[in-house]
């Protein structure tokens, strides 16, 4: 299963090459419901489709970017004074008297204060990193679909929540990031065939077996490792991600839009390093009848799931 991507989040490329709209009224809406303390886990490539507004709207949801930038730095700060401190004294303590607590102090504010330095420097960073557009089961990306016979762009979030469904579903099925094709009409039956999506990908992450990666069996007594392959296209080209998604509704609680990506039997390539699952790009000239489905043939839809784009897909471990 798909458990990591690396996403394209280019506000231009989204209108010109797919012509689509940006739901402009949905990513304001998350970023308001972040701003007031919801967990939500954004990306900073999708924060960068609004660096430069050409709308009141586009301005308004900068500013609420920049805001929570401004908190979450000040929340920092504060948090790196008391481990600095924290630091101070156990140095202090150890100088006076080696014990084992004071230094277990030191070794564990010493590692907080870098991590905490860390994510200073990257929360001030402009330029982006590779690593600020890779998504996670949680956390928002941009998704295509299709409404009022429009393409339209909107957030959702990496782990499907189908309409209908409890909330605790996102606790008991962790896994519905995944939608198996295998099982689109059982589990997803519900969204197979009327909600379809695409999220624009360059690359995906996978956890492998080392043995398997490298081939071979484990000796006797020998313990396996878990690595994270990066695979993606030899050709470079972005890959059209096939989705299903949902829209949730509850009682007292905010909308929330999510998604799942499909996934299906890997090819050899993908196997070979150690894998059994991989996502499904879909072809460009399949993109309006896959986003307007029709319940009444599944058969049409599947046909677009084998027509999918089969590009090598290279792999390394994962920075």
Same mark, same amino acid.
């Given at each position: 299963?798909?458990?990591?991507?690396?996403?394209?989040?280019?506000?231009?490329?989204?209108?010109? *090459? !797919?012509?689509?709209?940006?739901?402009?009224?949905?990513?304001?809406?998350?970023?308001? %419901?972040? %701003?007031?303390?919801a967990?939500?886990?954004?990306?900073? &490539?999708?924060?960068?489709?609004?660096l430069?507004?050409? *709308?009141? #709207?586009?301005q308004?949801?900068? #500013?609420?970017?920049?805001?929570?930038?401004?908190s979450?730095?000040?929340k920092?700060?504060? %948090? @790196?004074?008391?481990?600095?401190?924290?630091?101070?004294?156990? $140095?202090?303590? @150890?100088?006076?008297?080696?014990?084992k607590?004071?230094?277990?102090? /030191?070794?564990?504010? *010493?590692? /907080?204060?870098d991590?905490?330095? +860390?994510?200073?420097?990257?929360l001030r960073?402009t330029?982006?990193?590779?690593?600020?557009?890779?998504?996670?089961?949680?956390?928002?990306?941009?998704?295509?679909f299709?409404?009022?016979? %429009?393409?339209?762009?909107?957030?959702?979030?990496?782990?499907?929540?189908p309409?209908? /469904?409890?909330?605790?579903? #996102?606790? /008991?099925y962790?896994?519905?990031?995944?939608?198996? +094709?295998?099982?689109?009409?059982?589990?997803?039956?519900?969204?197979?065939?009327?909600?379809?999506?695409?999220?624009?990908?360059?690359? !995906?992450f996978?956890?492998?077996?080392?043995?398997?990666?490298?081939?071979?069996?484990?000796?006797?007594?020998?313990?396996?490792?878990?690595v994270?392959?990066?695979?993606e296209p030899r050709s470079g080209?972005d890959m059209?991600?096939?989705?299903?998604?949902?829209r949730? *509704?509850?009682a007292?609680?905010?909308?929330l839009?999510?998604?799942?990506?499909?996934t299906? $039997?890997?090819?050899?390539?993908?196997?070979?390093?150690?894998?059994?699952?991989?996502?499904?790009p879909?072809k460009?000239?399949?993109?309006?009848?896959?986003?307007?489905?029709? &319940? #009444?043939?599944?058969r049409?839809?599947?046909?677009? @799931?084998?027509?999918?784009?089969?590009?090598?897909y290279?792999?390394r471990?994962a920075?």
């Open positions: 299963m798909c458990y990591s991507a690396q996403i394209k989040a280019d506000y231009g490329r989204f209108v010109r *090459t !797919f012509g689509a709209r940006i739901g402009l009224e949905e990513f304001t809406r998350l970023y308001w %419901e972040r %701003e007031q303390g967990a939500h886990l954004i990306p900073k &490539a999708v924060d960068a489709m609004f430069e507004p050409q *709308t009141p #709207d586009e308004r949801i900068k #500013d609420m970017i920049e805001r929570f930038n401004r979450q730095a000040a920092l700060e504060e %948090e @790196l004074f008391r481990q600095r401190t924290r630091l101070a004294d156990a $140095e202090r303590a @150890l100088q006076a008297k080696a014990t607590a004071a230094a277990e102090s /030191k070794r564990i504010a *010493t590692n /907080k204060v991590a905490l330095r +860390r994510r200073l420097d990257d960073l330029d982006l990193l590779e690593r600020d557009a890779r998504i996670f089961p949680g956390h928002y990306a941009p998704v295509i299709m409404e009022n016979s %429009e393409r339209v762009v909107k957030p959702m979030r990496y782990q499907c929540r309409a209908g /469904k409890p909330a605790f579903y #996102d606790k /008991k962790p896994g519905t990031y995944n939608a198996r +094709r295998d099982n689109l009409e059982g589990f997803w039956k519900e969204l197979f065939g009327f909600s379809h999506g695409l999220l624009v990908a360059t690359a !995906f996978e956890n492998v077996s080392r043995a398997k990666l490298e081939g071979r069996k484990l000796g006797e007594g020998e313990k396996d490792e878990n994270v392959l990066r695979f080209d059209l991600v096939a989705c299903l998604w949902s949730w *509704t509850g007292g609680e905010a909308d839009l999510s998604f799942a990506a499909i299906d $039997e890997p090819p050899p390539e993908v196997a070979a390093a150690g894998h059994d699952r991989c996502i499904v879909i460009p000239e399949n993109i309006d009848t896959w986003l307007a489905p029709g &319940a #009444d043939n599944l049409a839809q599947y046909a677009i @799931l084998d027509c999918r784009e089969r590009p090598y290279e792999h471990l920075a």
